[in-house]
């Protein structure tokens, strides 16, 4: 359901009431542009976030209201070095949550590569070939961490910076440790699209639910684009929506 509907600098701003709300409206969105065109090229995330997007999108293809075979995805990150198979690496966490339960042609999913034996240089220049090949990203669906990072766009983040091999902090290893063993286990590095080539989408869906991404929100909203808090270069960004539960949206309500 949603709460509220409102605009902050160029940002689209709706409210919903629960995580599930903000996973439907969001699959409803890309579902639309889907229909509109076939052969849409998506940026997608991984993580809790968009779970409830990835539910509601399997929910619609199981119906007969979509079909991705046509689609191609590239995704915004993935750890190194890593390997496909790894139950952590990004790749396995996709094809758990989204792409074994669709029509989506393997060859149409894109990640950076990231084992060990390939160069993150060359594989950063060659995920960066490959979108442009494909032309661009129509619609990319991201989350926003708790110190604002967008994709693994740690601070500080130039609004240029293109796909790359980035060193995690070690807040964002303390956070994403819950899906491992231990700490240890957390890569220290990962390959991510740089804020200009998700800046260069045509269209961003941001999705944020709850309240320890409330006061992250409020300044990604109202702080001037700064590399310090990445997700605030989204203000100039001439096609972005954010998608909040209540809960995320609480410091911005106030």
Sequence with gaps: MLINKFKIHNIEIEVVESKKAMGLRAAEMIAERMLAKNDIVLGLSTGSTPLPVYAALIAFYTKKMISFKDVKTFNLDEYYPIEPSNKQSYQY?????????????????????????????????????????????????????????????????????????????????KINSRFFATIEEVPQYAITMGLGTILDSKEIILCASGTAKSETIYKALWEKPNPNVPATYLQNHQNCRFILERAAAGRILD
């Design 93 to 173: 966490a996709m094809k758990r949550d989204l792409f074994s339960q669709i029509d989506i042609p393997p060859e149409n999913i894109h990640f950076p590569d990231c084992l060990i034996s390939d160069s993150p240089v060359k594989a950063s220049r060659n995920y960066e070939h490959l979108i442009a090949k494909s032309g661009g990203i129509d619609l990319l669906l991201g989350g926003i961490g708790q110190n604002a990072h967008i994709g693994f766009n740690e601070p500080p983040a130039q609004s240029d910076s293109r796909t790359r091999l980035i060193e995690l902090t070690e807040e964002t290893r």
